[in-house]
Structures are given as C-alpha cells and as structure tokens.
C-alpha cells in the first residue's frame, strides 16, 4: 500500500510566523504535489515536483515556497503566514497519472 | 488553459435513486479524465480513470468528447455514496506529466 504522510493534522500559527509542512512517501514515487483545498474552490495546486531538487510553480505558488532534497521528502514553506492562508493542505505523489493523497493538514493562522 | 467544472457544488438524492455528477472540462490536447472521492474523514482516493472504462462501486463515466463532458453515473445510489467527488484532468505535455486540474468538488448526500 501507498503511504503519504503529512506532519500534522492540526496546524495554529500567528500571522508572520514561518511555517513548514512536510510530506513523506514511502513509494519511491518521482511526482509530488501540494494543494490547498477550499470549500467552492476544489484543489488547487501549489508547487509540485518531477525529480529531486526540481519544482515548477502551480496555479497559486505566491506566498509558498516549496523544497525537494530527497526523493521521498517534499516540504511546503509559509515564509510569512498570513490569515489568507488558513486552508486544508493536501500533500500528493504520483508514479504517472494516479495521485495518492495524504490525510491532510489543516492549517489556522491567526 | 485547461479547466474543469462541476456545476453543482451539492447534490442530494434518496437511496435507489439514479445519481449523475456532472463534470465539463475545456483542455486543447487529449484529455486524461479522472474522478476522485473524498469520504468523511478519509483522505481523498482515485475512484476510476476514464481510459480503464471500469466501473468501480458501480459508477461509471463516459468520456463525451464532443460534448466535453465526463459525468460520473450510478444507477441506484446507496447512503454509502455520500461523499465529496472531484473531477480531475491531467495535463499530460512536456514537464508537467501527470499534473492534474480539479473541479470544484460536488458533494453528493445520499438520504435513507
């Protein structure tokens, strides 16, 4: 069975702060993904990445950063939380076209 | 730019019921169309892929080109149906293999 694992289910942050959110799978998958997802707005993508060190910006990549040093590993970076990004984190990885998703992390900036 | 949409964010309908999720998309190449559910408190999992023509817990969907529709189709829902169900179409060109674009998300309730 396909594993993706999130860091945390749970997230509270202050506004400014940093945060990370880590993603690890088990799969030796080359696709990962990060998406927020929204009531009404669906998932949409942040940042993925094909291939160690390399990441291409998605549909809303502004305020993210995104990094990639091992193959299992791909972290979500909030330089600067701001209140706009309080949402659902979906963290994804793909040998092809199916994507497995992990459990998620729900993230509340305050 | 490719784009998907789901028409209804909800959905109700009785058990035994026929159910049909719709789904449109716009895409310029050869589209790769999926469906994803999300059951409560479960994290979000592939339902079935439009190019395998399975069908998986007794939904279906054809893929329309000319009407550029995908919508997900069961005969008779059961309670255990009820979930959030996205569209997805993977753009297959040049580095961004196997990136997908969702839908909206319709969230189907499925009454006794």
């Known amino acids: 069975d396909v594993k993706v694992t999130q860091s945390s289910r749970y997230l509270v942050k202050r506004t400014g702060e940093k945060v990370f959110l880590e993603c690890v799978q088990d799969m030796d998958h080359e696709n990962m993904f990060w998406y927020r997802q929204d009531p009404g707005l669906g998932l949409r993508l942040i940042y993925f990445s094909y291939d160690v060190k390399m990441k291409e910006k998605g549909d809303i990549p502004e305020g993210y950063s995104v990094s990639r040093e091992k193959k299992e590993r791909f972290s979500l970076i909030l330089e600067s939380a701001s209140t706009n990004q309080t949402s659902m984190y979906l963290c994804?990885?793909?040998?092809?076209?199916?994507?497995?998703f992990g459990p998620g992390t729900r993230l509340t900036v305050t | 730019a490719q784009r998907v949409t789901q028409p209804e964010k909800l959905l109700s309908v009785f058990k035994g019921a026929p159910v049909e999720l719709k789904c449109n998309y716009s895409y310029s190449g050869s589209p790769e169309l999926f469906w994803y559910v999300q059951y409560s408190r479960q994290r979000l999992q592939l339902l079935l892929r439009h190019i395998s023509r399975e069908s998986i817990k007794g939904f279906t969907a054809d893929l329309n080109k000319g009407e550029t529709s995908f919508h997900l189709k069961k005969p008779f829902a059961q309670e255990e149906d009820s979930a959030m169900y996205y569209c997805?179409?993977?753009?297959?060109?040049?580095?961004?293999?196997?990136?997908?674009?969702f839908g909206q998300g319709t969230i189907l309730t499925v009454h006794p």
């Open positions: 994804a990885s793909s040998p092809y076209y199916e994507q497995y």
């Open positions: 997805a179409l993977s753009d297959s060109e040049g580095t961004s293999y196997g990136k997908l674009t």
